[in-house]
């Protein structure tokens, strides 16, 4: 597994922060991401390739290919944004969060993880946070915690692991999402709280008329993948 650089990568000495969203419940990391890509105009600066990438793109509106994996640059918000577009093989997930710990690490970045988390676990319908570094629990204070009882796992549970073996800043926010389906509220959610965490103001309200397109993008693709062999990673987790 590897990431290939497209175009130059600096945000000189300024601090900035990565952003990853992997796919899990109600999509809201994925999602989200994707949408704040597009909304701060975020230019594809690398990607990531692997033995079990599977063998899907998309062709954007201009007609350049989209690959499953590919790191963007919002350099005016000082915002990186990792486009997790399908879910990687879990026999690659700790290699792929690895490297991803170790760039926003070689870089100096802050990492934030966005997701979602079932609503009916949860009492507090508000975003949730945690992090691995105790300089930054001031800054979560008016979020909800995790509540006694409930495990992380996947892509942010490796990720958090990684982080805090390297001692990397990390932060995740987990905004209440319905389990079983593409949850739009949520994501639009998950972006207030990033905006709330760095002080950005990125707009979610697009998204507000985007879940049929979403829903639609996570079928084909879906469908596309299960023609493939039993170890090519689900669209879904």
Known sequence: ??????????????????????????LVGYIACEHMAKVTKAKRVAAITSALMP??????????????????????????????????????????????????KDHGMLLVMLGGIDRELVKEQKPHAFTTASEILPRLASFA???DGIFISGGIALSMIEAKARALPCVTIFAPSERDHVDISAAIGAIKAL??????????????HEQEAYLEEGRKIAKE?????PDQPAMFT
């Open 145 to 147: 915690k995790i509540p």
């Open 225 to 229: 993948l299960a023609k493939r062999t």
């Open 55 to 104: 063998p899907v793109v998309s062709i954007d509106p201009d007609g350049m290919v989209v690959t499953p994996f590919e790191l963007c640059m919002a350099k005016e918000q000082r915002l990186a944004f990792l486009l997790v577009r399908i879910q990687p093989a879990d026999s690659e997930l700790r290699e792929f969060t690895k490297l991803v710990v170790n760039f926003a």
């Open 1 to 26: 597994m590897e990431l290939t650089y497209l175009e130059e990568f600096d945000f000189g000495d300024e601090p900035c922060t990565l952003v990853v969203g992997f796919h899990g419940i109600g």
């Open 195 to 208: 905006n709330q965490l760095l002080g950005t103001a990125i707009d979610p309200t697009g998204l507000a």
